[in-house]
């Protein structure tokens, strides 16, 4: 069955940088296009990144543009998230999530993983 | 960027009860909208996506219906296990924006 299996969280200083990971199983992943979710302590879902299948296409939106690079390689069924000058409201658990099916200008989810936990605390 | 106002934010009901969430978007966004259901410290789950296609093995209890800026997910015949926060999400193009969640307590 799919599986995603997001690493890499843990507790950073403002400022610093951090690479998070995520494994797939069960299907293949160069066929998806894959995201990155977060969800802040408490609160709702933010997307934070979008990457097509052969990591040609990337999308962000503003509040992490500049500073996030999602990025893949296919051959090791893996997802990363680089996260640079992280800041305070970038404290999240963050979810890798494969891409269901489109609009034919944005997607929905249908498989996440359970997310890994990114503190940014002095 | 479109904005995704959920209401209510809470909601309480019994089982057996029906229940409604409203999404509405800032734009019209066709049927662009997914909902999710997340419970306590597990990840969200698919439950319907343009706006009223229910995802493969989600009960038929859920059903979601709306076109245009106005949106609802329905629960009928709630069950305890409905007991969650529930996300609309809208896929009409980037950003990708998701409602603030509806948090539902079963009586």
């Known amino acids: 069955q799919v599986q995603l299996v997001e690493s890499g969280g843990g507790v950073v200083q403002p400022g610093s940088s951090l690479r998070v990971s995520c494994v797939a199983s069960?299907?293949?992943?160069?066929?998806?296009?894959m995201h990155w979710v977060r969800q802040a302590p408490g609160k709702g879902l933010e997307w934070v990144a979008g990457?097509?299948?052969?990591?040609?296409?990337?999308h962000y939106p503003d509040s992490v543009k500049g500073r996030f690079t999602i990025s893949r390689d296919n051959s090791k069924d893996t997802l990363y998230l680089e996260m640079n000058s992280l800041r305070n409201e970038d404290t999240a658990l963050y979810y890798c999530?494969?891409?269901?099916?489109?609009?034919?200008?944005?997607?929905?989810?249908?498989?996440w993983g359970r997310g890994t936990l990114v503190t940014v605390s002095s | 960027d479109i904005q995704m106002t959920q209401s209510p934010s809470t909601l309480s009901a019994s089982v057996g009860d029906s229940v409604t969430i409203t999404c509405r978007a800032s734009?019209?966004?066709?049927?662009?909208v997914a909902w999710y259901q997340q419970k306590p410290g597990k990840a969200p789950k698919l439950l319907i996506y343009?706006?009223?296609t229910l995802q493969s093995g989600v009960p038929s209890r859920f059903s979601g219906s709306g076109s245009g800026t106005e949106f609802i997910l329905t629960i009928s015949s709630l069950q305890p296990d409905d007991s969650a926060t529930y996300y609309c999400?809208?896929?009409?193009?980037?950003?990708?924006?998701f409602g603030q969640g509806t948090r539902l307590e079963i009586k």
């Open positions: 069960g299907f293949t992943l160069s066929s998806r296009v």
């Open positions: 734009q019209s966004i066709s049927s662009w």
């Open positions: 999400h809208h896929y009409n193009t980037y950003p990708i924006t």
């Open positions: 343009k706006a009223s």
């Open positions: 990457i097509s299948n052969d990591g040609s296409n990337e």
């Open positions: 999530a494969r891409e269901g099916g489109s609009s034919g200008k944005a997607p929905y989810f249908d498989y």
